[in-house]
């Protein structure tokens, strides 16, 4: 059964407050005015815009300011019907206005209806002029005029002056005129802020001045009228406040063209449009329901809430008829829309629409005397429906401090509720006209009786003192939820308004809050493997072209421009749409919307780090300081997540507002998710022949340092093993290696199993499944074109990085490392300038660390110069035959043997010219080719052998001969200084005959000598002639060494005569100490030695031991028989004779 005496039946709402009016919906409709009620503010507007059909007045450009849902609509409305033909009207509206007292006659203008959005004025002025020409043209031809107005020529949207339109407007008025269709035009834009927003945002679209040509034409516009009336929600200078301090002057001066009506109705004409609005029946008042709202409306009225010039019998006897609202509601319910209403909430959407906990929800309970809707009731309504809002401005409502103290009380103690939500509004207002007086939270709650009041004002001393919920701060404070705070945060953030102006420039103050984390290909790195990133760079308009050169380590970029206004946007697009960027592949160009828009959140976010810098107060205030903060990070939020809006790049789902350029042409990018669909295109594109390696170990920019140590291992592997399956790996085991093996070599084709065995190879085409063909061809290209110069290891890395290869960092020396071992025998390398004999894998590793110290040659030979190579080859090879022509099979021989050269070798110069030249060519040798078929010819002294020179067997042969004598003889110069040695050793001690015999005669006088020795390097001399341990060689060399404190190796050729002089030195001192030591008794004494001895006359002696081996007896015994023989002529001249001769042979051995 329906419930017949709900609040809601007492209600006859009108159908014109059901909906807001809409100017031009509404203009042909009759009803749309019927119970409109004409104010007195209203009808003094009326008056002032009437007094401007004066043909001498001026004042015909009028704005009309008031806060939303205060009727200025309707108002307007009114005015248009005024000042047309007044047909639309009701009667009372139409005699609101005498215009015989006011002077003038009755107007007939043509209305132009404007409702305003964000788009251009003039295009939208012109559209709204046509359709009123068009509807009051019906019958007949229509004017030119319509076609020019819907089809303007000339200029593009945007580059208009304001001129045309006014030239258009004022043809207009001439054509009302003289047609006598009307006296002129009357137009009315509603919702003007949305033209002034547009214009703040697009200054250089210069629309601001078109409302000043306007002004001033309406001012000047004489017999023809020309009324112009704007509609706002608050003054220009709030919609100019972010714009430069020189555009607010002049944004000024423009609002100055237009007369001001404030469209402010009191608190007293208010409660009776809320009355006229309900339209209450009197009659169906609950019993006693009137008599109780005369009476709180008077205790509202003696509280000052309506104002000090409140007319009480006006309002006592309007009370009843706006059941059930309590009339203290009604001065909060106007100050709580003034402060925090929006478009879709208006007073009349509060009382007329089903929003939670809004009136009409409110009136579906029965129908009571004291069925009142009070302020808790306007809490809940408040919360639900400003709470979002009322919390990003905290700082001018305390409303998170609010709203904390109400949510967390018990929701069961109901009285203490309502008294919490009571003070918890008011404070939301802030405002002295409402003060929070003991008497008004009575009032408020429930004053229905003695006993009710006296409740009331009890529990709320218990919440003052019993449960310190509420706080006292005087009389002139009243009741609030928080106690006393020193700081005003409101009156700071005033302060900062006035100290920190809109930014001129947006641009630097954003760029370090974009983000600007690489963008990664996705769909492009799945396919291939490769890991490709464009770096994003967020640059002003004016510093494109530098952008472009800037140095990058990326594959692409992104380059967004940041475009203050709408002039450096054009600029912008036709940078991104020029020849310049036709040829840039690499890089995507986006254009946003000037950065206008963002100029109040910016300058929001400079104003709470001026408040938070500048309040040195907030340091004894945490609730202060812990707002300012909050409203700081707030503020930064909002303004992060308008910046995505703007210019943000990873919005995946929603829309982009880019405009997208790449090659010079605008291409459609609508989300994130295309933005990187795009960014693979163009790597695919960029690099076709790019390896696919499936591995995130090695196929990437940098390694970490465990896949490089993988990565080096790996290469020694395929330096040393690529004859073995797996490269020798176990099978069993799984090294990170391994699977760069799998994944790269194997899997790429590689490293296959072949007809001569395993071997790495470069796949064919039809089986180059992960493409690594082409880049290893193309560094064959590059080496070959060359022409046997050497190049650097950093240019064959960067031609693999370049397109279309676009090879990793990490993957380029594994390729080279698989490009030396296929081109084994044609590659040489060089380590700073110097030919490495061999490559391994602690060469590759120094090539990694440092690859701008290495280069590589490619090696082939031709013509003559394979007759050299195979003539060589023999020679150096003489069991071999050459697989195929490898010129390192014999520069790396001969560059290995004069590396092996003794060092004597390498400075001697007892060796032949031609052998030194070739010594000298091997040892400097830093190319191959160069060396082989340049430098060793002319050090043989023959001519070049240039690559394309006919076969030449004589002059080869005759080169091979030379360079085969100087290298024996180059590998004979050491053991030649050795049997020199062994040679002056021998004539030195007069031991002729084989070195075995000789050597151990020495030791047997050694021996006997070292029993008696004492001085140091005669015994040390002494052990060495002793020595029978070591070879010939080994002991010559030793011998060496310690007469010339240097192995002979090293000896230079002056060593040589220095040991013959220091051997002989030290075999006279041993020769001497032998002499005194020898004893007939002694071993050596018998047939095969004795000591010879004479003594001259002036005292002088020479003596020598004399020592026989069993082969020179008979020879001693036949020249002993000679000289008996000639001794026995003369035995005493004989013996004397013999005596001086045996004298001067000792004396000629002893020097």
Same mark, same amino acid.
């Given at each position: 059964?329906?419930?017949?005496?709900?609040?809601?039946?007492?209600?006859?709402?009108?159908?014109?407050?059901?909906?807001? &009016?809409?100017?031009?919906?509404?203009?042909?409709?009759?009803?749309?005015?019927?119970?409109?009620?004409?104010?007195?503010?209203?009808?003094?507007?009326?008056?002032?815009?009437?007094?401007?059909?004066?043909?001498?007045?001026?004042?015909?450009?009028?704005?009309?300011?008031?806060?939303?849902?205060?009727?200025?609509?309707?108002?307007?409305?009114?005015?248009?019907?005024?000042?047309?033909?007044?047909?639309?009207?009701?009667?009372?509206?139409?005699?609101?206005?005498?215009?015989?007292?006011?002077?003038?006659?009755?107007?007939?203008?043509?209305?132009?209806?404007? &409702?305003?959005?964000?788009?251009?004025?003039?295009?939208?002025?012109?559209?709204?002029?046509?359709?009123?020409?068009?509807?009051?043209?019906?019958?007949?031809?229509?004017?030119?005029?319509?076609?020019?107005?819907?089809?303007?020529? +000339?200029?593009?949207?945007?580059?208009?002056?304001?001129?045309?339109?006014?030239?258009?407007?004022?043809?207009?008025?001439?054509?009302?005129?003289?047609?006598?269709?009307?006296?002129?035009?009357?137009?009315?834009?509603?919702?003007?802020?949305?033209?002034?927003?547009?214009?703040?945002?697009?200054?250089?679209?210069?629309?601001?001045?078109?409302?000043?040509?306007?002004?001033?034409?309406?001012? %000047?516009?004489?017999?023809?009228?020309?009324?112009?009336?704007?509609?706002?929600?608050? +003054?220009?200078?709030?919609?100019?406040?972010?714009?430069?301090?020189?555009?607010?002057?002049?944004?000024?001066?423009?609002?100055?063209?237009?007369?001001?009506?404030?469209?402010?109705?009191?608190?007293?004409?208010?409660?009776?449009?809320?009355?006229?609005?309900?339209?209450? %029946?009197?009659?169906?008042?609950?019993?006693?329901?009137?008599?109780?709202?005369?009476?709180?409306?008077?205790?509202?009225?003696?509280?000052?809430?309506?104002?000090?010039?409140?007319?009480? !019998?006006?309002? &006592?006897?309007?009370?009843?008829?706006?059941?059930?609202?309590?009339?203290?509601?009604?001065?909060?319910?106007?100050?709580?829309?003034?402060?925090?209403?929006?478009?879709?909430?208006?007073?009349?959407?509060?009382?007329?629409?089903?929003?939670?906990?809004?009136?009409?929800?409110?009136?579906?309970?029965?129908?009571?005397?004291?069925?009142?809707?009070?302020?808790?009731?306007?809490?809940?309504?408040?919360?639900?429906?400003?709470?979002?809002?009322?919390?990003?401005?905290?700082?001018?409502? !305390?409303?998170?401090?609010?709203?904390?103290?109400?949510?967390?009380?018990?929701?069961?103690?109901?009285?203490?509720?309502?008294?919490?939500?009571?003070?918890?509004?008011?404070?939301?207002?802030?405002?002295?006209?409402?003060?929070?007086?003991?008497?008004?939270?009575?009032?408020?709650?429930?004053?229905?009786?003695?006993?009710?009041?006296?409740?009331?004002?009890?529990?709320?001393?218990?919440?003052?003192?019993?449960?310190?919920?509420?706080?006292?701060?005087?009389?002139?404070?009243?009741?609030?939820?928080?106690?006393?705070?020193?700081?005003?945060?409101?009156?700071?953030?005033?302060?900062?308004?006035?100290?920190?102006?809109?930014?001129?420039?947006?641009?630097?103050?954003?760029?370090?809050?974009?983000?600007?984390?690489?963008?990664?290909?996705?769909?492009?790195?799945?396919?291939?493997?490769?890991?490709?990133?464009?770096?994003?760079?967020?640059?002003?308009?004016?510093?494109?072209?530098?952008?472009?050169?800037?140095?990058?380590?990326?594959?692409?970029?992104?380059?967004?421009?940041?475009?203050?206004?709408?002039?450096?946007?054009?600029?912008?697009?036709?940078?991104?749409?020029?020849?310049?960027?036709?040829?840039?592949?690499?890089?995507?160009?986006?254009?946003?919307?000037?950065?206008?828009?963002?100029?109040?959140?910016?300058?929001?976010?400079?104003?709470?780090?001026?408040?938070?810098?500048?309040?040195?107060?907030?340091?004894?205030?945490?609730?202060?300081?812990?707002?300012?903060?909050?409203?700081?990070?707030?503020?930064?939020?909002?303004?992060?997540?308008?910046?995505?809006?703007?210019?943000?790049?990873?919005?995946?789902?929603?829309?982009?507002?880019?405009?997208?350029?790449?090659?010079?042409?605008?291409?459609?990018?609508?989300?994130?998710?295309?933005?990187?669909?795009?960014?693979?295109?163009?790597?695919?594109?960029?690099?076709?022949?790019?390896?696919?390696?499936?591995?995130?170990?090695?196929?990437?920019?940098?390694?970490?340092?465990?896949?490089?140590?993988?990565?080096?291992?790996?290469?020694?592997?395929?330096?040393?093993?690529?004859?073995?399956?797996?490269?020798?790996?176990?099978?069993?085991?799984?090294?990170?290696?391994?699977?760069?093996?799998?994944?790269?070599?194997?899997?790429?084709?590689?490293?296959?199993?072949?007809?001569?065995?395993?071997?790495?190879?470069?796949?064919?085409?039809?089986?180059?499944?992960?493409?690594?063909?082409?880049?290893?061809?193309?560094?064959?290209?590059?080496?070959?074109?060359?022409?046997? %110069?050497?190049?650097?290891?950093?240019?064959?890395?960067?031609?693999?990085?370049?397109?279309?290869?676009?090879?990793?960092?990490?993957?380029?020396?594994?390729?080279?490392?698989?490009?030396?071992?296929? !081109?084994?025998?044609?590659?040489?390398?060089?380590?700073?300038?110097?030919?490495?004999?061999?490559?391994?894998?602690?060469?590759?590793?120094?090539?990694?660390?440092?690859?701008?110290?290495?280069?590589?040659?490619?090696?082939?030979?031709?013509?003559?110069?394979?007759?050299?190579?195979?003539?060589?080859?023999?020679?150096?090879?003489?069991?071999?035959?050459?697989?195929?022509?490898?010129?390192?099979?014999?520069?790396?021989?001969?560059?290995?043997?004069?590396?092996?050269?003794?060092?004597?070798?390498?400075?001697?110069?007892?060796?032949?010219?031609?052998?030194?030249?070739?010594?000298?060519?091997?040892?400097?040798?830093?190319?191959?080719?160069?060396?082989?078929?340049?430098?060793?010819?002319?050090?043989?002294?023959?001519?070049?052998?240039?690559?394309?020179?006919?076969?030449?067997?004589?002059?080869?042969?005759?080169?091979?001969?030379?360079?085969?004598?100087?290298?024996?003889?180059?590998?004979?110069?050491?053991?030649?200084?050795?049997? &020199?040695?062994?040679?002056?050793?021998?004539?030195?001690?007069?031991?002729?005959?084989?070195?075995?015999?000789?050597?151990?005669?020495?030791?047997?006088?050694?021996?006997?000598?070292?029993?008696?020795?004492?001085?140091?390097?005669?015994?040390?001399?002494?052990?060495?002639?002793?020595?029978? +341990?070591?070879?010939?060689?080994?002991?010559?060399?030793?011998?060496?060494?310690?007469?010339?404190?240097?192995?002979?190796?090293?000896?230079?050729?002056?060593?040589?005569?220095?040991?013959?002089?220091?051997? !002989?030195?030290?075999?006279?001192?041993?020769?001497?100490?032998?002499?005194?030591?020898?004893?007939?008794?002694?071993?050596?004494?018998?047939?095969?030695?004795?000591?010879?001895?004479?003594?001259?006359?002036?005292?002088?002696?020479?003596?020598?031991?004399?020592?026989?081996?069993?082969?020179?007896?008979?020879?001693?015994?036949?020249?002993?028989?000679?000289?008996?023989?000639?001794?026995?002529?003369?035995?005493?001249?004989?013996?004397?004779?013999?005596?001086?001769?045996?004298?001067?042979?000792?004396?000629?051995?002893?020097?």
């Amino acid at each position: 059964m329906l419930n017949t005496n709900r609040i809601a039946n007492l209600f006859d709402i009108q159908k014109r407050f059901i909906r807001s &009016t809409h100017l031009e919906r509404d203009f042909d409709d009759h009803t749309a005015l019927r119970g409109y009620v004409v104010t007195p503010p209203a009808q003094e507007g009326f008056e002032r815009l009437l007094q401007g059909l004066n043909p001498k007045s001026g004042q015909r450009a009028w704005r009309v300011t008031g806060d939303y849902g205060t009727g200025k609509s309707s108002f307007a409305l009114a005015l248009a019907h005024l000042l047309s033909d007044g047909r639309g009207l009701p009667q009372d509206v139409r005699k609101c206005v005498d215009f015989r007292s006011l002077g003038v006659k009755r107007p007939n203008l043509l209305p132009v209806l404007v &409702t305003g959005t964000r788009a251009a004025l003039g295009e939208t002025l012109r559209i709204a002029l046509a359709r009123s020409l068009e509807e009051l043209c019906k019958r007949g031809k229509p004017p030119q005029l319509i076609s020019r107005l819907r089809f303007p020529a +000339g200029k593009k949207p945007g580059d208009q002056d304001g001129s045309e339109e006014i030239a258009l407007l004022l043809e207009a008025g001439r054509f009302l005129r003289q047609s006598g269709k009307a006296d002129g035009l009357v137009i009315i834009l509603d919702e003007m802020g949305k033209f002034l927003e547009f214009a703040a945002l697009h200054p250089d679209r210069q629309d601001i001045y078109l409302l000043q040509m306007l002004a001033e034409a309406a001012a %000047r516009s004489g017999d023809t009228p020309i009324f112009v009336v704007g509609l706002l929600h608050q +003054g220009f200078h709030a919609y100019a406040e972010q714009l430069a301090l020189t555009t607010q002057k002049e944004w000024d001066k423009v609002a100055g063209r237009f007369e001001e009506i404030l469209f402010n109705q009191p608190l007293e004409q208010t409660t009776a449009l809320v009355a006229n609005a309900l339209n209450i %029946r009197r009659e169906k008042l609950p019993r006693g329901a009137t008599a109780r709202l005369e009476e709180e409306m008077a205790g509202a009225i003696g509280l000052g809430w309506y104002g000090v010039d409140a007319v009480r !019998h006006r309002l &006592t006897a309007i009370a009843p008829e706006i059941f059930p609202l309590h009339p203290t509601v009604i001065p909060v319910l106007v100050k709580l829309f003034s402060r925090f209403g929006q478009n879709e909430r208006s007073l009349y959407s509060f009382l007329l629409s089903n929003e939670p906990f809004a009136l009409q929800s409110f009136a579906e309970q029965p129908a009571k005397a004291d069925s009142f809707y009070r302020l808790h009731h306007l809490y809940d309504f408040a919360r639900a429906a400003f709470g979002h809002r009322l919390a990003l401005q905290t700082f001018r409502s !305390h409303w998170n401090q609010i709203e904390s103290v109400v949510e967390s009380f018990p929701r069961d103690q109901v009285a203490e509720l309502q008294i919490l939500k009571t003070v918890a509004i008011l404070n939301l207002m802030d405002s002295p006209q409402l003060l929070t007086s003991e008497d008004a939270i009575t009032l408020a709650v429930d004053s229905t009786s003695q006993d009710a009041g006296a409740k009331v004002r009890r529990l709320l001393k218990s919440l003052q003192q019993c449960k310190t919920i509420l706080y006292y701060r005087g009389a002139a404070g009243g009741y609030c939820l928080w106690p006393h705070t020193s700081v005003n945060l409101e009156r700071a953030y005033q302060d900062a308004r006035n100290t920190v102006p809109p930014p001129k420039n947006i641009g630097p103050l954003i760029r370090e809050k974009l983000e600007t984390r690489p963008l990664v290909a996705r769909r492009h790195y799945i396919e291939t493997g490769n890991l490709r990133h464009f770096d994003v760079q967020f640059v002003p308009a004016a510093e494109l072209q530098e952008a472009l050169s800037a140095p990058t380590n990326a594959d692409g970029q992104v380059i967004v421009a940041l475009c203050e206004t709408e002039s450096e946007r054009s600029e912008a697009i036709e940078f991104a749409s020029s020849k310049t960027m036709a040829n840039r592949k690499e890089v995507l160009t986006a254009v946003p919307q000037s950065l206008q828009g963002l100029a109040s959140l910016v300058t929001e976010v400079q104003r709470w780090e001026w408040v938070l810098g500048n309040v040195p107060e907030l340091n004894h205030d945490n609730y202060a300081l812990e707002e300012a903060t909050r409203q700081l990070a707030a503020s930064r939020q909002v303004l992060t997540k308008r910046l995505q809006n703007y210019v943000g790049l990873r919005q995946f789902s929603e829309t982009l507002g880019l405009e997208w350029f790449y090659k010079s042409q605008s291409v459609s990018i609508g989300t994130g998710r295309a933005l990187l669909e795009k960014l693979s295109i163009v790597c695919d594109k960029l690099y076709p022949d790019a390896p696919k390696i499936q591995n995130e170990l090695v196929n990437r920019h940098e390694l970490s340092s465990a896949a490089a140590a993988a990565r080096l291992r790996l290469i020694e592997r395929l330096l040393q093993h690529s004859a073995e399956p797996y490269l020798g790996m176990d099978r069993a085991t799984n090294p990170p290696e391994k699977s760069m093996y799998l994944s790269v070599l194997k899997e790429a084709k590689l490293h296959q199993d072949g007809p001569e065995g395993w071997a790495a190879c470069i796949p064919g085409e039809d089986e180059d499944t992960r493409q690594v063909r082409p880049v290893l061809l193309r560094m064959q290209e590059v080496l070959e074109a060359a022409k046997g %110069r050497r190049v650097k290891v950093t240019t064959l890395f960067a031609e693999m990085k370049s397109q279309p290869f676009g090879v990793r960092g990490g993957l380029c020396p594994l390729l080279l490392a698989v490009f030396a071992v296929i !081109h084994e025998r044609d590659v040489a390398f060089y380590e700073q300038n110097s030919f490495m004999k061999q490559v391994t894998g602690q060469e590759f590793h120094r090539l990694i660390k440092a690859p701008e110290n290495f280069e590589v040659q490619y090696c082939r030979i031709a013509g003559v110069r394979t007759v050299v190579f195979e003539q060589l080859f023999k020679v150096l090879h003489p069991d071999k035959k050459p697989k195929s022509i490898d010129l390192l099979d014999i520069v790396r021989p001969l560059c290995v043997f004069a590396a092996q050269l003794p060092d004597f070798a390498k400075k001697t110069r007892r060796v032949s010219r031609t052998a030194s030249s070739v010594r000298d060519a091997l040892v400097r040798a830093e190319e191959p080719a160069t060396l082989l078929f340049q430098t060793l010819p002319e050090a043989c002294g023959c001519d070049h052998f240039e690559a394309d020179a006919p076969p030449s067997p004589p002059k080869v042969k005759k080169f091979v001969e030379r360079l085969r004598d100087s290298i024996e003889e180059l590998r004979a110069a050491f053991p030649q200084l050795l049997q &020199t040695m062994k040679d002056e050793f021998q004539t030195c001690f007069n031991r002729p005959g084989n070195m075995e015999s000789a050597r151990t005669e020495v030791a047997h006088s050694a021996n006997r000598v070292l029993v008696s020795v004492k001085e140091p390097r005669l015994k040390a001399f002494c052990l060495r002639l002793a020595d029978r +341990g070591l070879d010939d060689e080994q002991w010559i060399e030793s011998m060496g060494s310690f007469l010339c404190s240097k192995p002979p190796s090293k000896w230079i050729d002056n060593d040589l005569s220095e040991f013959e002089d220091e051997l !002989h030195r030290c075999a006279r001192q041993f020769f001497r100490v032998e002499s005194t030591l020898f004893d007939e008794k002694s071993e050596l004494a018998g047939s095969q030695a004795m000591r010879v001895s004479i003594t001259c006359q002036d005292g002088s002696e020479v003596d020598k031991v004399v020592r026989l081996n069993d082969g020179e007896l008979k020879k001693v015994a036949t020249l002993q028989e000679k000289i008996r023989l000639v001794l026995g002529e003369d035995s005493r001249l004989g013996l004397v004779a013999a005596t001086r001769a045996i004298m001067a042979q000792m004396q000629g051995m002893k020097e």
